[in-house]
């Protein structure tokens, strides 16, 4: 089970950050992305991050804005977003990632509920 939080209503330029609690399942063994849908939008990936932590991907939307981390012993992932800008407000999901290109909805197998995010101008 995945639980995200940490959304919010920000302004423009403000910072948040998002939280993905992990549990029954040792998702330590599994690489974590974070994704967001906006309404009447396909959910498009946002970042990722190994297993172990090494390895980092972003979207070029959100490259350095946005850092992904993850704190093992807490079972825990994190996106931290600063610099927020209006169309960064979406709903925003973590995954757990079963297989295949990082970037695609398909690679992950189990999702969160969402949490809002809304950035205003």
């Known amino acids: 089970q ?3 939080s940490g959304g919010g209503l920000v302004q423009a330029g403000e910072s948040l950050r998002l939280s993905c609690a992990a549990s029954g399942r ?3 063994y599994y690489g974590m992305g974070w994704f967001r849908q906006a309404p009447g939008k ?4 946002v970042a990722h991050i190994s297993s172990s932590g090494d390895r980092i991907y972003y979207a070029d939307s959100v490259k ?3 850092t992904i981390s993850r704190d093992s012993a807490k079972n825990t ?4 977003m600063n610099s927020l800008k209006p169309e ?3 709903v925003y999901f973590c995954g757990s990632h079963s297989g295949g290109f990082y970037s695609y909805v ?3 197998d189990y ?3 969402g949490t809002q995010v809304t950035v205003s101008s």
């Open 2 to 4: 995945l639980v995200e």
């Open 26 to 28: 040792t998702f330590n």
């Open 42 to 45: 396909e959910r498009e990936f």
């Open 64 to 66: 350095g804005r946005f």
């Open 77 to 80: 992932v994190y996106l931290q």
């Open 88 to 90: 960064d407000s979406a």
């Open 106 to 108: 398909s690679a992950y």
């Open 111 to 113: 999702w969160g509920q």
